[in-house]
T-cell receptor
Framework: SQTIHQWPATLVQPVGSPLSLECTVE??????LYWYRQAAGRGLQLLFY??????ISSEVPQNLSASRPQDRQFILSSKKLLLSDSGFYLC?????????FGSGTRLTVV | GQNIDQPTEMTATEGAIVQINCTYQ??????LFWYQQHAGEAPTFLSY????GLEEKGRFSSFLSRSKGYSYLLLKELQMKDSASYLC??????????FGAGTTVTVRA
């Protein structure tokens, strides 16, 4: 069966520090991969999605970036975090049907 | 662009029925999804509609009318564990999923 791993679960980072969140999927090949952010009390906002290695589409201009170095690995990064980057970050995958989400990373920028 | 609307909050009594409405305007349509999200957790998949009509899954049912851009999620025989946020999401012509802001359902004894 397919599983998705996302870490860390929680993260507290100072403003201006770098960020790297990693997500890996097991049990499937060539999945579509997504990064979403959920701000407190708000809906899920699509940040990036990828249909293959090295193929990244950005949905919202911001100081975040994403990379897909391997088929089942998706990384969300920032060189310098802003206070507004705080939120609940969710990695997800699909193979054409519904999305399945990782357990999420709660990021607090202080 | 995408526009997905659902009520912010609903409250119901244990054992009752609650209907969560969702209206949408999207560029293309390739299915509507409902997710459940408990506080502090990731969303989990509940239901999927791509054709008009009612899909039933145990205590949960979901309805779709594509011509009206309308869906609802029906929760029957409410239990305390059903207290959660319910997210309506639409897959558009690019096969990306856009989410509504979610409806927080509180079940009271």
């Amino acid at each position: 069966s397919q599983t998705i791993h996302q870490w860390p679960a929680t993260l507290v980072q100072p403003v201006g520090s770098p960020l790297s969140l990693e997500c890996t999927v097991e049990g499937t090949s060539n999945p579509n991969l997504y990064w979403y952010r959920q701000a407190a009390g708000r809906g899920l906002q699509l940040l990036f999605y990828s249909v293959g290695i090295g193929q990244i589409s950005s949905e919202v201009p911001q100081n975040l970036s994403a990379s897909r170095p391997q088929d089942r690995q998706f990384i969300l990064s920032s060189k310098k975090l802003l206070l507004s980057d705080s939120g609940f970050y969710l990695c997800a995958w699909s193979s054409g049907g519904s999305l399945a989400f990782g357990s999420g990373t709660r990021l607090t920028v202080v | 662009g995408q526009n997905i609307d659902q009520p912010t909050e609903m409250t119901a009594t244990e054992g009752a029925i609650v209907q969560i409405n969702c209206t949408y305007q999207t560029s293309g349509f390739n299915g509507l999804f409902w997710y459940q999200q408990h506080a502090g957790e990731a969303p989990t998949f509940l239901s999927y509609n791509v054709l008009d009509g009612l899909e039933e899954k145990g205590r949960f049912s979901s309805f779709l009318s594509r011509s009206k851009g309308y869906s609802y999620l029906l929760l029957k025989e409410l239990q305390m564990k059903d207290s959660a946020s319910y997210l309506c999401a639409v897959k558009n012509e690019d096969y990306k999923l856009s989410f509504g802001a979610g409806t927080t359902v509180t079940v009271r004894a």
